[in-house]
């Protein structure tokens, strides 16, 4: 499935992000809290994210043909679409980086703190 990340409904993600109970979801060792922080995120885009395919998939539903002139047009722009929305979603990410692993770690030095105690 493929998604585009430029349409996303960013305030939703973070509303979202906002009820999450981090102190209760990230328990135990750094390597289960990143699956499960990475889990979470994963299932925000499925749920806030906007399909590409569908649109592909309808056109390919009215003509039944990959070969079709506007089959063919739909899908080039879905790859496009796709490598664009890759491309801007990973440059959000990296701009964005050094804020969100320091909060990470701080959240599992925190929490290990806790448990020492």
């Known amino acids: 499935m493929r998604f ?7 305030q939703g993600l973070r509303d979202e992000l906002r009820l999450v109970n981090w102190m209760s979801d990230l328990i135990g060792s750094v390597e289960d809290c990143w699956r499960k922080f990475k889990s979470i995120l ?3 885009r499925n749920k806030l994210g906007t399909e590409v ?6 056109v390919f539903r009215k003509y039944k043909n990959r070969g079709h002139l506007a089959c063919q047009r739909v899908f080039k722009i879905a790859r496009w679409e796709t490598k664009r929305a890759k491309y801007n979603f990973g440059k959000k990410m990296a701009e964005n980086i050094k804020k969100i692993v320091s909060h990470f770690m701080l ?3 925190v929490r290990k703190r806790l448990k020492e105690v």
Do not use: C, H, T
Not at 53 to 58: A, D, S
């Open 4 to 10: 585009d990340y430029n349409r996303m409904d960013m």
């Open 42 to 44: 994963l299932e925000l």
């Open 53 to 58: 395919v569908k649109k592909q998939q309808g």
């Open 107 to 109: 959240m599992s030095k």
